[in-house]
T-cell receptor, first 112, second 109 residues
Framework: EAQVTQNPRYLITVTGKKLTVTCSQN?????MSWYRQDPGLGLRQIYY???????DKGDVPEGYKVSRKEKRNFPLILESPSPNQTSLYFC???????????FGQGTRLTVV | KNEVEQSPQNLTAQEGEFITINCSYS?????LHWLQQHPGGGIVSLFM???GKKKHGRLIATINIQEKHSSLHITASHPRDSAVYIC???????????FGTGTLLAVQP
């Protein structure tokens, strides 16, 4: 089944403790991206990747890192999480920027 | 002013009604997306448009590139259509994706 898989689905962590949210797709998509969704602010793009080893900043990249060493995986890294990074995170992938996007199930992160 | 504006923000309809949600943008784009998000959070892509019109079942999406405007229509609406509908555009210059704030649709039986 074609899908985008995020893990974990829920995470509660403490300020400053490094964490990684994984994202994997099985559709051989070139374009992958990360978003956060906050009440009143909607969805905002954090980082995106056009292909392996190619990543670019979205609108809200501060406090996040990404890597794209393999086509299927695009992990989101929070080196030192802070409470303002408490949010609902989505990973998505598509064949190209002009193709239908497939979204993961979401990761609800709470930083205390 | 947001680069992507949706209207209305909230919409309540009776089952069977024809529904229109609008999206206007002020930037150069390579694609426009309509997304659906049900309570509980999952996001599903409904349409990707670069020109013209697309139809899937009871859903129709149109885009007018010259007027920088897109509409999402739902014919014969049903309570299961109740969700947030989100317009998003891919910027032509940077390939970034930016989003409208969404339209909360409630279809009452």
């Amino acid at each position: 089944e074609a899908q985008v898989t995020q893990n974990p689905r829920y995470l509660i962590t403490v300020t400053g403790k490094k964490l990684t949210v994984t994202c994997s797709q099985n559709m051989n998509h070139e374009y992958m991206s990360w978003y956060r969704q906050d009440p009143g602010l909607g969805l905002r793009q954090i980082y995106y990747s056009m292909n392996v080893e190619v990543t670019d900043k979205g609108d809200v990249p501060e406090g996040y890192k990404v890597s794209r060493k393999e086509k299927r995986n695009f992990p989101l890294i929070l080196e030192s999480p802070s409470p303002n990074q408490t949010s609902l995170y989505f990973c998505a992938s598509s064949f190209s920027v002009r193709s239908e996007a497939f979204f993961g199930q979401g990761t609800r992160l709470t930083v205390v | 002013k947001n680069e992507v504006e949706q209207s209305p923000q909230n919409l309540t309809a009776q089952e069977g009604e024809f529904i229109t949600i609008n999206c206007s943008y002020s930037v150069g784009i390579s694609a426009l997306h309509w997304l659906q998000q049900h309570p509980g959070g999952g996001i599903v892509s409904l349409f990707m448009l670069s020109s013209g019109k697309k139809k899937h079942g009871r859903l129709i999406a149109t885009i007018n590139i010259q007027e920088k405007h897109s509409s999402l229509h739902i014919t014969a609406s049903h309570p299961r259509d109740s969700a947030v509908y989100i317009c998003a555009v891919t910027l032509f210059t940077t390939n970034k994706l930016i989003f409208g704030t969404g339209t909360l649709l409630a279809v009452q039986p």
